[in-house]
């Protein structure tokens, strides 16, 4: 069987799940990107992804690519192409359009020369000009601009695969098919039926997730009531192949209607959105299957007509963005959690929302966490295991001398420091900031809030202090420490900081952390506090960071020693037309690439590169507009030859830097060696600017010097 390229599009947050069932559904070289995923598969398996795939969105056919002219534009190259063998006679078309150049600067414009070209090809092969029908065409072709190239697809199904076609009418806030489909599939759905265990929806609004679950254990194709296919209008359509798939997954719904099912209930407190729900339920054809109650969440008990002594309790509950603010919502919240470990002990639950504090307001502590999106919304999955043992605990506040006198000292310096402090990263929009920096020099640790979690990086004492008398100042911080800054003793994590030679501040400590999520202006970033000294983030060049994002649009961005990527982040969500992203480390090139992907970004045209920078800088040929450099004080490590001295090889780093730069570009160079000075041969070379104190901010004004750091342009 013929195999060809396809890509299979998702929302975020789906890509592993997605791999995996077009795996079980037999396509080759299957390979997770953002967003979606690509595969190599004959017609056959093509046909069974349409109809039988309950995550992607769009299933696109790949028909090549080809090299825009030397301005950029598309006409010339895609006139050549046949696409009469694409859009048979008779057929109506439209161009999705996406990507720029220097020919084409907005998406109407570029799909419009896309038009010209399919409509002249046939013109000069002297076949009737096809119609362009933008609401309901009969083959819909993706274009893509990239590094000056157009990408070519085709709409194989000719429209959304998550809308399944048995969906009349929603509530105020629906939940797309897919994304239900999802969740019931990370909280291990088709598991628990098999278990025999029931579901059980109490805020199911217009019921999509029963529908959804009810499906699965039924083994309904999630494609079957739809009623268009544009693949049936292709030449290359196998008419008796899809009759044959078809009517096998008919076979396969009849005979899982027929089965004994598990319980699938649902419940909501709105009437007329129960009565949707019964609608939608209907038209799936699953009556019998799914029942829906009209009540709400303080009425709903454990149903006991039979036992249902496991089970999944999954909700998609209003989280804030459209059904009420969080404050409103609190309540709801935490009667849904009270609810879950007084009538369903020992059941599995799955809640989606917006909102950390809405989940901690369940009183739940949940045991895994998903990113996902609705729509456009970020959203976390949290499943849960509802007993006693996973309830939060009530905070406890200690003795006012608890740890001591000294002890009662530093929490009334934090407690200070956050007065101030958190107004401001309030007022900033800044969610991990630095709340203490050895104020108190007997109290030697930095103290870090990132998000729910605290990082404190114990400075190790000089020479002649007394090791006794720093262990119990450090047992004193411990003490007071998580009651004042108002968080778990879970998530408190401290380390010893020491003077660092080179990179030995990345290596790794432990093994097993999470990652998690902070933000940080636009940008989402992943943290990690338990396996390496730092954090994957440096908090002191958060303005660096936001001085990059508002210089980038439209340019080309280098980020050299890039650690885990956050400024080539906010290049990327400052509009750059692209980034380059150089280190030497294997792990952080893969936490960067992880970041680039939490914020929709790929490679191209994000690229990562595995290099020593300096060599790097004498081989590549790129230009850039902006540069970053940010080197180590020291490093010797064994994948480089030699080492690196920052005092000593600055100036030749920073020149080399500057002959990548085009005309009007900018180098910021920082580093943070405290006894760094600039050579003042580069001053004479180039236009240099310190601006150090433009780049600490608010939280770091106890230590001025952190780093430094300064602006290069050429001498015009």
Not at 101 to 115: E, L, M, P
Not at 119 to 137: L, N
């Amino acid at each position: 069987m013929k195999t060809q390229p396809w890509f299979a599009s998702c929302p975020r947050g789906l890509e592993s799940l997605l791999l995996d069932e077009l795996r079980q559904l037999g396509a080759d070289d299957v390979r997770e990107t953002v967003a979606g995923c690509s595969f190599i598969a004959p017609l056959a398996v093509a046909y069974r992804v349409a109809l039988w795939s309950r995550l992607a969105n769009r299933l696109l056919l790949s028909l090549g690519d080809c090299p825009l002219t030397e301005d950029g534009d598309v006409y010339a190259p895609l006139v050549e192409l046949p696409w009469e063998d694409w859009l048979p006679k008779g057929l109506s078309f439209v161009v999705d359009f996406s990507g720029e150049s220097r020919a084409i600067r907005n998406t109407q414009f570029g799909a419009q020369r896309v038009k010209d070209a399919v409509v002249d090809r046939f013109r000069q092969r002297g076949m009737a000009r096809p119609s362009v029908s933008r609401k309901t065409p009969d083959v819909r072709f993706q274009v893509r601009l990239h590094r000056g190239r157009a990408t070519l697809s085709l709409d194989f199904v000719g429209g959304s695969l998550h809308q399944r076609g048995y969906r009349t009418g929603t509530g105020r806030a629906p939940l797309k098919e897919n994304l239900a489909a999802a969740m019931l599939l990370r909280a291990d759905w088709p598991g628990i039926a098999a278990r025999g265990g029931a579901l059980i929806d109490p805020l199911c609004g217009s019921g999509t997730v029963l529908i959804e679950a009810a499906m699965m254990v039924a083994d309904i194709a999630p494609g079957l009531a739809r009623k268009r296919w544009a693949f049936e209008k292709l030449a290359l359509h196998n008419a008796d192949q899809w009759r044959a798939i078809l009517s096998d997954a008919r076979g396969r719904a009849e005979r899982g209607r027929a089965r004994e099912l598990p319980e699938i209930r649902g419940y909501d407190a709105s009437r007329p959105v129960v009565d949707k729900a019964l609608e939608n339920i209907r038209q799936a054809g699953l009556e019998g299957t799914v029942r829906v109650i009209c009540k709400p969440l303080a009425a709903l008990k454990r149903p006991t007509h039979k036992p249902l002594t496991h089970g999944l309790v999954i909700s998609n509950p209003p989280y804030g963005e459209r059904l009420g603010d969080v404050e409103s919502l609190r309540g709801l919240y935490r009667d849904w959690g009270e609810l879950m470990l007084r009538e369903f002990a020992g059941w599995q639950g799955a809640l989606l929302t917006t909102e950390k504090e809405l989940g901690m307001a369940t009183g739940l502590r949940s045991t895994r966490r998903y990113s996902l999106y609705n729509g456009s919304l970020a959203c976390t999955l949290l499943l849960f295991e509802f007993s006693e043992e996973h309830r939060l605990k009530p905070r406890t506040q200690p003795e006012s001398t608890a740890g001591g006198a000294g002890g009662e000292m530093f929490a009334n310096r934090l407690r200070k420091n956050l007065k101030q402090l958190r107004r401001w990263a309030q007022r900033e929009g800044h969610s991990c900031y630095r709340v203490y920096d050895a104020d108190m020099p007997e109290y030697a640790v930095a103290v870090d809030r990132y998000g729910d979690r605290v990082h404190v990086a114990e400075y190790r004492a000089p020479r002649g202090v007394d090791p006794e008398a720093a262990a119990r100042r450090m047992d004193e911080i411990r003490t007071v420490l998580p009651t004042v800054m108002e968080v778990q003793e879970s998530r408190v994590f401290y380390k010893v900081r020491e003077r660092q030679r080179g990179r030995a501040q990345y290596q790794r400590e432990d093994t097993g952390g999470e990652l998690f999520e902070v933000t940080e202006g636009q940008a989402r970033l992943l943290i990690n506090l338990s396996d390496y000294l730092d954090t994957g983030l440096f908090l002191d060049h958060r303005p660096m960071r936001l001085r990059v994002a508002a210089e980038s649009r439209g340019k080309d961005v280098l980020n050299l020693f890039c650690y885990t990527g956050a400024v080539s982040v906010h290049a990327a969500l400052g509009g750059a037309r692209s980034t380059t992203s150089v280190d030497l480390s294997n792990t952080y090139l893969d936490w960067a690439r992880r970041n680039l992907a939490l914020n929709g970004f790929e490679d191209p045209p994000h690229r990562l590169v595995r290099a020593d920078c300096a060599e790097w800088l004498a081989s590549d040929t790129g230009e850039f507009d902006l540069v970053f450099l940010d080197p180590p004080s020291f490093s010797n490590s064994k994948r480089m030859e030699g080492d690196f001295d920052v005092q000593r090889d600055h100036v030749a780093l920073v020149e080399q830097c500057m002959t990548r730069l085009r005309a009007g570009g900018r180098l910021y160079f920082s580093n943070n060696l405290r006894s760094f000075k600039l050579d003042p041969v580069l001053a004479e070379r180039f236009a240099v600017e310190d601006i150090s104190a433009e780049t600490i901010d608010f939280d770091f004004r106890r230590n001025p010097r952190i780093h430094r750091c300064w602006r290069f342009l050429r001498n015009e």
